[in-house]
């Protein structure tokens, strides 16, 4: 079974707010990715990283930033959420890069 | 990577034998078949891969054909569980980037 963890599940929040998803996984994965995930459509990579200290950005344009000091943690800050960011924000793990563990994902509103 | 095809969206009666198709006629010799199927609003969940040989385990089989130009995941017994969205992708075992999740097919089992 896959141990990784999302917070929050939920989350709606005003415009204009910095907000940051938590991402922990207890498998000691090198590899931790975001993707985000509109209802109905395709999931686009947004970050990856393949080590502490190693991110890098993915095919998809986001204005969300991540960090990742400890190999279990990878959170994902927005500094100021806007109604466009408005989506699924799903978290994934690795040993190597084919198979993926995936948490149950934040989604997150903005009004 | 190949470039995959899928079909939109199938039906399976409950019970019966579910074949999803996939086309990848631009594979090449070092690159693996990998499915993945997506829960509605949860992370998708890894199936089996394979390079050319069948594969089978708890979940599926996966049948490639000979020239490895296409494939088809067997769910033999579907149930009303296993309707989801399925991902066929391509890439080169332990390459250096991400899995891309393209649109997949969209299996609806009918009771």
């Known amino acids: 079974e896959a141990d990784i963890y999302q917070t929050p599940r939920y989350l709606v929040i005003g415009t204009g707010k910095k907000i940051t998803l938590e991402c922990s996984q207890t498998?000691?994965?090198?590899?931790m990715y975001w993707y985000q995930q509109d209802p109905g459509m395709e999931l686009h990579l947004i970050h990856y990283?393949?080590?502490?200290?190693?991110?890098e950005k993915g095919d998809l344009s986001s204005e969300s930033t991540v960090s990742r000091i400890r190999t279990e943690h990878f959170p994902l800050t927005l500094e100021s959420a806007r109604p466009s960011h408005t989506s699924q924000y799903l978290c994934?793990?690795?040993?190597?890069?084919?198979?993926?563990?995936f948490g149950s994902g934040t989604q997150l509103s903005v009004l | 990577d190949a470039k995959t095809t899928q079909p939109p969206s199938m039906d399976c009666a409950e019970g019966r034998a579910a074949n999803l198709p996939c086309n990848h006629s631009?594979?090449?010799?070092?690159?693996?078949v990998y499915w993945y199927r997506q829960i509605h609003s949860q992370g998708p969940q890894y199936i089996i891969h394979?390079?050319?040989n069948n594969e089978t385990n708890e979940m599926a089989s996966l049948i490639i054909t000979e020239d490895r130009k296409s494939s088809t995941l067997i769910l033999p017994h579907a149930t009303l569980r296993d309707t989801a969205v399925y991902y066929c992708?391509?890439?080169?075992?332990?390459?250096?980037?991400?899995?891309?999740f393209g649109k997949g097919t969209r299996l609806s089992v009918i009771a």
């Open positions: 994934a793990s690795s040993r190597g890069l084919e198979k993926l563990f």
């Open positions: 498998m000691g994965h090198d590899k």
């Open positions: 990283s393949y080590g502490v200290n190693s991110t």
């Open positions: 631009t594979i090449s010799g070092n690159e693996y």
């Open positions: 394979g390079l050319k």
């Open positions: 992708i391509v890439r080169v075992f332990s390459g250096n980037t991400p899995l891309v």
